[in-house]
């Protein structure tokens, strides 16, 4: 009878540790869960004992995921056209002869007053929703309050380039700084 008992004794702490690794094993992965924007929903999928799929994060879109037209879409015709036999070298020149890289840099490090320009071709596709990258850059040059960026001041880019240059001068700069993408390498 007592030897009965201590088989049983043995029978039952074996068991529970049984029940306590499997438990563990099937515990949710708390450091998976933890960042995610959709804790909630999987949470509520969890108590219901659905499967819990974790979040993949969206990254951005970049230039190189448009179709050719997307990238200019919404563009004024005239300039849609002075863009289409846009020349990007001239772009730089102008850049540096009308003074913007006094305050814009290709250096994403360097500190200046304007936003850098590293792969600003890419950041323009998602800056406004619904404005393609090409309308995007031309309304910041020809009206820059029109969407100031994050952590910039407004009225400190000069709002009077679109009197200051040519259409085919805007559309140099526009052409050159599409250009600064990642698929560029630029
Ligand atoms: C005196 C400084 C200054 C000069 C000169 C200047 N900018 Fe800017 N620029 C800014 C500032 C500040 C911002 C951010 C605030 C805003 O969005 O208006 C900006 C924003 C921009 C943006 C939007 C960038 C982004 O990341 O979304 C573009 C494009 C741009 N400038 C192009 C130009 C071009 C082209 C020239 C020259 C023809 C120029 N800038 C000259 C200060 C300047």
């Given at each position: 009878?007592?030897?009965?008992?201590?088989?049983?004794?043995?029978?039952?702490?074996?068991?529970?540790?049984?029940?306590?690794?499997?438990?563990?094993?099937?515990?949710?992965?708390?450091?998976?869960?933890?960042?995610?924007?959709?804790?909630?929903?999987?949470?509520?999928?969890?108590?219901?004992?659905?499967?819990?799929?974790?979040?993949?994060?969206?990254?951005?879109?970049?230039?190189?995921?448009?179709?050719?037209?997307?990238?200019?879409?919404?563009?004024?015709?005239?300039?849609?056209?002075?863009?289409?036999?846009?020349?990007?070298?001239?772009?730089?020149?102008?850049?540096?002869?009308?003074?913007?890289?006094?305050?814009?840099?290709?250096?994403?490090?360097?500190?200046?007053?304007?936003p850098?320009?590293?792969?600003v071709?890419?950041t323009a596709v998602s800056r406004v929703p619904?404005e393609?990258p090409?309308?995007y850059l031309?309304a910041s040059?020809?009206?820059?309050?029109?969407f100031?960026v994050p952590?910039?001041?407004?009225?400190?880019?000069?709002?009077?380039?679109?009197?200051?240059?040519?259409?085919?001068?805007?559309?140099?700069?526009?052409?050159?700084?599409?250009?600064?993408?990642?698929?560029?390498?630029?």
């Open positions: 009878m007592k030897l009965n008992c201590t088989r049983h004794r043995t029978w039952l702490v074996a068991s529970l540790w049984v029940v306590a690794v499997a438990a563990a094993a099937c515990a949710p992965d708390a450091t998976q869960l933890i960042l995610s924007p959709r804790l909630g929903e999987q949470l509520a999928a969890l108590e219901a004992g659905n499967e819990v799929v974790a979040a993949v994060p969206t990254e951005a879109p970049t230039l190189a995921d448009l179709a050719p037209d997307a990238v200019v879409a919404g563009l004024p015709e005239d300039f849609a056209a002075a863009l289409a036999a846009a020349q990007p070298a001239n772009g730089e020149q102008i850049a540096l002869a009308r003074g913007c890289i006094g305050c814009h840099a290709l250096d994403p490090n360097a500190a200046m007053t304007g850098t320009w590293y792969h071709g890419d619904g393609s090409a309308l031309y040059i020809v009206n820059p309050g029109e100031v952590a910039y001041p407004n009225n400190i880019m000069p709002a009077n380039y679109a009197e200051q240059l040519s259409l085919e001068e805007l559309a140099d700069l526009v052409a050159y700084l599409l250009e600064q993408n990642a698929a560029n390498g630029s």
